[in-house]
């Protein structure tokens, strides 16, 4: 049987989509993840994903092209070409599966799943819906279940494939703290003179801290590292980002995608959180977390991707010696 999962978000949507895959790959012969660019690398690292398909869907991007035929016409002619048996269409809670769907039914898939409040018609074989507000890896564990393929025990942790590289020459061994400033859209940002004061003042407090970033982010990563920490803006891929972040006591990131990275490595994260979005949904997953930001300010629930309030208080009334607190918090429970 050979299974296609869509998640055609950014690469913390792929990885919180990792626990389902899985749950697919137990009883799937071949699993073949439908990603998008912004999440190709994420895609790669997860276990259970036998082959990647890459395609920019212009409902879900945040920058899409406009629609073309040629487009389109190239997705149905890919899928047609896996001869999928099932197809389940991972969402966030905000989204629908059907455009994608209806894709999907034009390029011959015969069974196909997804979590929907619309009336789906012939498009969707499962239409499954849910109630509350769950963790985004629970909410496609769920819809998984309900297709036959359950998570063993119930299992919603974030993984990704190992061996990781070697990044000993970069951090100077384990047992530092990383701090990563950037996040996919400003609106979920910490004022980057805050995250230059935490480094400043974690590496006052005796601990080797490592800052990180993409390689758009290397003038912020180096502003935030300063003379106090290790600037490793641009010099990591995914893979060894993650094994950066594996080495860690602690990451302190906002709610983007190496926040999730470093729940999949089983690292503490203290979470810069903007409520734009629920923290009960995308807080960090599967490992202890400090959450800090006011997660009742005007913005919440919004979905803003610039922040709609003068002065940004939400995250701008967190203190950098309320992450140094933090971070103490997180690695003493972890030691005890």
Not at 98 to 125: F, H
Not at 175 to 183: A, C, E, L, S
Not at 256 to 279: D, E, K, M, Q, Y
Request: charged share 20%; aromatic share 4%.
């Amino acid at each position: 049987m050979r299974v296609l999962i869509a998640r055609l978000d950014n690469l913390g949507d792929v990885l919180l989509a990792g626990p389902a895959v899985r749950a697919v790959a137990e009883r799937a012969d071949e699993v073949v993840l439908l990603c998008g660019p912004r999440g190709r690398d994420a895609a790669e690292l997860l276990p259970g994903v036998d082959r990647v398909l890459e395609w920019c869907a212009p409902w879900i991007d945040p920058e899409p092209a406009p629609v073309e035929n040629a487009h389109v016409d190239r997705l149905v002619r890919d899928v047609r070409a896996l001869a999928a048996d099932r197809a389940l269409i991972f969402t966030s809670f905000h989204q629908s599966p059907l455009p994608l769907a209806l894709l999907l039914r034009l390029a011959g898939v015969p069974w196909i799943g997804g979590i929907s409040d619309d009336y789906p018609g012939s498009l969707l074989d499962l239409r499954y819906r849910q109630e509350g507000e769950i963790p985004e890896p629970a909410r496609m564990v769920e819809l998984a279940a309900a297709a036959g393929f359950p998570a063993r025990n119930g299992d919603t942790r974030l993984r990704v494939r190992e061996p990781l590289p070697d990044v000993r020459a970069l951090t100077g061994g384990p047992d530092y703290v990383v701090v990563h400033p950037g996040t996919s859209v400003p609106a979920r940002a910490w004022p980057p003179d805050r995250c230059a004061a935490a480094v400043r003042l974690l590496a006052a407090a005796g601990r080797r801290v490592v800052v990180t970033g993409h390689r758009a982010e290397k003038d912020l990563t180096a502003r935030v590292a300063g003379r106090d920490g290790i600037d490793l803006g641009g010099r990591t891929c995914l893979p060894e980002l993650a094994a950066v972040l594996a080495g860690a006591a602690a990451v302190v990131a906002g709610n983007t995608g190496p926040a999730h990275l470093a729940a999949a490595v089983g690292t503490p994260v203290v979470s810069l959180f903007a409520p734009t979005v629920p923290a009960a949904r995308w807080a960090p997953h599967g490992v202890p977390v400090v959450l800090l930001g006011d997660q009742r300010a005007p913005c919440a629930d919004t979905r803003a991707k610039e922040c709609p309030v003068p002065g940004h208080p939400c995250l701008a009334s967190v203190r950098p010696g309320d992450v140094v607190a933090a971070v103490d918090g997180l690695t003493e429970e972890v030691a005890a």
